[in-house]
């Protein structure tokens, strides 16, 4: 069983900077990939950035320059920087472990930008 923890969502201002992170628990496979995704309000839920094992790191376009993933594979946990905040930015924030085709998500995290 795997479970992942988020933390760290709240409300900032425009500009302003958030740092998230997420704790993986459970039966640990490593190679895998943890990555960050979130879903705005009627929105579906996109992709904002992924790790690999070996420190890989990949954007979307819409934050990159402004936000930085980074792992640590001994803890099992990933964060996310984030700077630079938009209002467009304010989404629940789900992070993700995949292991070897398997899925698993975290509960979610608010995070809101006041402009």
């Known amino acids: 069983q795997v479970q992942l923890v988020e933390s760290g969502g709240g409300m900032e201002q425009v500009g302003g900077s958030l740092r998230l992170s997420c704790a993986a628990s459970g039966d640990i496979i490593q190679p895998n990939v943890m990555g960050w995704y979130r879903q705005a309000l009627g929105k579906q839920r996109e992709w904002v950035a992924t790790?690999?094992?070996?420190?890989?790191?990949h954007y979307t376009d819409s934050v990159e320059g402004r936000f930085t993933i980074s792992r640590d594979n001994a803890k099992n946990t990933v964060s996310l920087q984030m700077n630079s905040l938009k209002p467009e930015d304010t989404a629940v924030y789900y992070c993700?472990?995949?292991?070897?085709?398997?899925?698993?998500w975290g509960q979610g995290t608010q995070v809101t930008v006041r402009s």
């Open positions: 790790i690999t094992t070996s420190g890989n790191t």
């Open positions: 993700k472990l995949a292991i070897v085709g398997y899925n698993y």
